[in-house]
């Protein structure tokens, strides 16, 4: 029993630490929307090379 509240009571120290610093946190993170600034995923599709390829085997008139 005590095994168990000592670490009910390290795991809710634990949590409290990190909502703390986590409300304390001073970043300056910014989210790009400028046009033109960014991942243009037609030109990911153009410019793939070397990608795997799979083969389809179609079996649907196969008849035993």
Do not use: C
């Not at 993170?29 to 799979?54: C, D, S, W, Y």
């Amino acid at each position: 029993m005590r095994k168990i509240s000592s670490f009910a009571v390290a795991a809710a120290a634990l949590v409290v630490t990190g909502f703390g610093v986590l409300a304390t946190s001073t970043t300056n993170g910014r989210v790009n929307t400028a046009i033109g600034h960014g991942i243009e995923p037609f030109q990911l599709m153009v410019n793939a090379k070397e990608l795997p390829t799979v083969e389809f085997a179609d079996y649907t008139f196969v008849f035993h």
